[in-house]
């Protein structure tokens, strides 16, 4: 096995060019073979010493590899590195001045290089830059707040590298300024044991009032991976204290995957898991929250965004002071957003497992699993968007299932789905298209409606399957096509099943449905102020059992 080990012996003199090798760390911090051998031939390998005069550097030191064995004080002092140098540091560490680069390249594993006294200037070759050459232990006890800032300072459109297992404290917001790749290696980042008024553990902002500030991209291409933020469970000044996870605001094209935030404290009002805001082009990617103080993950005012396999457990605060807290999941002044593959619980307390509200243009949610046993808690709520498209959820809880507000020109649409709630659809109002189709509600209470619709131009219930406490209110619309049903076990409700009231109906079509066990007729149709509805509906093909009354076909 050759021997790649460099020393100071005597190196053949070769012509170099800093194109001649290209610097590579391996994931152990060993060189690639390749390049040690360049080295050894290269003819320009300088190990540095102990006294070295960085003020007079000898002419022939540029496009030079210069080996960092020593500690170097630069006494507050700016050196300048001649063109296309590559420190290569075997121990060597500077501290107490300026560092002018010129195209400088730096090989290092991850151990400490640079004091924090040490400003680095000029343009620099270097892709991968660790926290710990800045002083960062990763411990689990030292405060690395300090390094791993300065380590994101020296990044120039590259990465920035966590040691994989390892657990950095920090007792300050990690602060993001610019375009860069985290790769976090599926390290901790772990808020220091304490008590704090407001902070997040990694932010692309620095203003305290976040929501009130006018939009504008600041950072363009911003990637964080494979992290975890323990928020430690700290204490907190007051009731109104905010503490997120990761909060980025003012991005385009952001890349989140692989991100998980734990042990917030249940007792704050304020803060989130996972915050985005007036972003663009966003991809979020296996994200999981355990419980926040308000949302586990706010989308807030961005465009484009795209959320998949996401876990979320549990919102929980005192006291309900807004109706959206305590939401795992938040859209508002949202363009586009989809989300796909994502279980959210919350049992904890709340009002809504999930809540689609502000002024979203399109909402697409499929591959949902979204739960609660909390008797306050809602389902799935909507307010506002202009479409919303949901196929595949599974949805159970205590108290509505979906519910939507009073909001014009709206398009929803439920397919392929499970509803289990005391009450599997509210009330819908006021849109333009309701269309619901092989979709399973089942209500728990006995005594509340399955569904009450209204105000809507076109309503459609086909394939589904209502069981339950079921009572279908259909009045002020259009058009009505309910058609290949089955409603089943009405539980001594006195209502009828679904009742038209067709004030403004002009076509309605009724077939082929089944009633199982009621004790009511499944249909009721009202006339219009004394007018029949004459024609408008066709009713056709549907058998009913009334249980010991009998059977009503139509």
Same mark, same amino acid.
């Given at each position: 096995?050759?021997?790649?080990?460099?020393?100071?012996?005597?190196?053949?003199?070769?012509?170099?060019?800093?194109?001649?090798?290209?610097?590579?760390?391996?994931?152990?911090?060993t060189l690639?073979?390749?390049?040690?051998e360049e080295?050894?031939n290269?003819g320009?390998?300088?190990?540095?010493?102990?006294d070295?005069d960085?003020?007079?550097?000898?002419?022939?030191?540029?496009?030079?590899?210069?080996?960092?064995?020593?500690?170097?004080?630069?006494?507050g002092?700016?050196?300048?590195?001649?063109?296309?140098?590559?420190?290569?540091f075997?121990?060597?560490?500077f501290?107490?001045?300026?560092?002018?680069g010129?195209?400088?390249?730096?090989n290092?594993?991850?151990t400490?290089?640079?004091?924090?006294?040490?400003?680095?200037?000029?343009?620099?070759?270097?892709?991968e830059v660790?926290?710990?050459?800045?002083g960062a232990?990763?411990?689990?006890?030292y405060d690395?707040?300090?390094?791993?800032?300065k380590?994101?300072?020296?990044?120039?459109n590259g990465?920035?590298?966590?040691?994989?297992?390892?657990?950095?404290?920090v007792?300050?917001s990690i602060?993001?300024n610019?375009?860069?790749?985290?790769e976090g290696?599926?390290?901790?980042?772990?808020?220091?044991t304490g008590?704090?008024?407001?902070?997040?553990?990694?932010?692309?902002?620095?203003?305290?009032?976040?929501?009130?500030?006018?939009?504008?991209?600041?950072?363009?291409?911003?990637k964080?991976?494979?992290?975890?933020?323990?928020?430690?469970?700290?204490?907190?000044t007051?009731v109104n204290?905010?503490?997120n996870?990761?909060f980025?605001r003012?991005?385009k094209?952001?890349?989140?995957?692989?991100?998980?935030?734990?042990?917030?404290?249940l007792?704050?009002?304020?803060?989130?898991?996972?915050?985005?805001?007036?972003?663009?082009?966003v991809e979020?990617?296996?994200?999981g929250v355990?419980?926040?103080g308000?949302?586990?993950?706010?989308?807030?005012e961005?465009?484009?965004v795209n959320v998949?396999?996401?876990?979320?457990n549990g919102s929980?605060?005192?006291?309900?002071?807004?109706?959206?807290?305590?939401t795992p999941?938040v859209?508002q002044?949202?363009?586009?957003v989809?989300?796909?593959n994502a279980?959210l619980v919350?049992?904890?307390?709340?009002?809504?497992?999930?809540?689609?509200?502000?002024f979203?243009?399109e909402v697409?949610?499929?591959?949902?699993?979204?739960k609660?046993?909390? $008797?306050?808690?809602? &389902? #799935?709520? +909507?307010?506002?968007?202009t479409?919303? *498209?949901? %196929?595949?959820?599974?949805?159970e809880? /205590?108290?509505?299932g979906?519910?939507?507000?009073?909001?014009?020109?709206?398009f929803?649409?439920?397919?392929?789905?499970?509803?289990?709630a005391?009450?599997?659809?509210e009330?819908?109002?006021?849109?333009k298209?309701?269309?619901?189709?092989?979709?399973?509600?089942i209500?728990?209470?006995?005594?509340?409606?399955?569904?009450?619709?209204?105000?809507?131009?076109?309503?459609?219930f086909n394939?589904? $399957?209502?069981?339950? &406490? #079921?009572? +279908?209110k259909?009045?002020?619309?259009? *058009?009505l %096509?309910?058609?290949n049903n089955?409603? /089943?076990?009405?539980?001594?409700?006195?209502y009828?099943?679904?009742?038209?009231q067709?004030?403004?109906l002009?076509?309605?079509?009724v077939?082929?449905n089944?009633?199982v066990?009621?004790?009511?007729?499944?249909?009721?149709?009202d006339?219009?102020?004394?007018?029949s509805?004459?024609?408008?509906?066709?009713?056709?093909?549907?058998?009913?059992?009334?249980?010991e009354?009998?059977?009503?076909?139509?």
């Open positions: 096995m050759t021997d790649n080990t460099i020393n100071a012996g005597q190196f053949p003199t070769v012509a170099f060019k800093p194109t001649d090798f290209l610097i590579k760390t391996l994931s152990d911090g690639e073979k390749n390049t040690i080295f050894l290269s320009n390998y300088k190990i540095i010493p102990v070295f960085f003020s007079n550097i000898p002419p022939n030191y540029d496009n030079s590899i210069w080996e960092i064995r020593y500690m170097h004080n630069l006494g002092n700016t050196i300048n590195l001649p063109e296309n140098v590559t420190l290569y075997r121990g060597g560490v501290s107490n001045g300026n560092i002018n010129q195209n400088t390249s730096i290092s594993t991850n400490k290089i640079f004091n924090l006294d040490i400003n680095t200037l000029g343009t620099w070759n270097v892709y660790f926290p710990e050459w800045f232990l990763g411990n689990g006890d690395d707040i300090d390094a791993i800032n380590s994101i300072t020296f990044v120039n990465k920035l590298v966590f040691t994989k297992s390892k657990t950095y404290i007792s300050e602060k993001l610019k375009s860069i790749f985290i290696n599926n390290s901790i980042i772990k808020l220091k008590t704090y008024d407001s902070i997040s553990l990694m932010i692309t902002t620095f203003e305290d009032f976040i929501f009130d500030n006018p939009r504008l991209i600041t950072i363009d291409n911003l964080i991976q494979n992290l975890i933020f323990d928020v430690n469970n700290v204490s907190l007051g204290s905010g503490i996870g990761l980025v003012d991005c094209n952001l890349s989140i995957s692989g991100v998980k935030v734990v042990n917030m404290p007792d704050v009002q304020q803060g989130y898991g996972v915050a985005v805001c007036y972003c663009d082009f979020i990617n296996d994200i355990e419980s926040s308000r949302q586990n993950l706010l989308i807030w961005s465009l484009n998949s396999n996401v876990f979320l929980y605060s005192r006291d309900c002071i807004l109706v959206s807290t305590n999941i859209y002044e949202t363009k586009k989809n989300i796909n279980t919350n049992d904890l307390g709340g009002v809504h497992i999930m809540r689609v509200s502000g979203a243009k697409n949610i499929s591959n949902i699993n979204l609660s046993n909390n $008797i306050d808690t809602n &389902g #799935l709520n +909507i307010f506002s968007p479409k919303v *498209n949901i %196929s595949n959820m599974i949805l809880c /205590k108290n509505a979906v519910f939507t507000g009073n909001d014009d020109d709206k929803l649409s439920i397919t392929n789905s499970y509803i289990k005391d009450n599997p659809i009330t819908i109002t006021d849109m298209l309701l269309k619901v189709s092989n979709t399973t509600m209500s728990t209470n006995d005594s509340i409606s399955i569904a009450n619709v209204q105000f809507i131009d076109d309503v459609t394939d589904c $399957i209502f069981d339950g &406490g #079921l009572e +279908i259909f009045f002020q619309f259009l *058009n %096509s309910f058609n089955i409603v /089943k076990n009405n539980k001594g409700l006195t009828s099943m679904l009742a038209i067709p004030s403004s002009s076509k309605g079509v077939s082929n089944l009633g066990n009621l004790t009511s007729p499944l249909f009721r149709i006339v219009d102020n004394g007018v509805l004459g024609n408008r509906v066709n009713v056709t093909g549907s058998i009913v059992s009334l249980g009354s009998g059977f009503n076909n139509y």
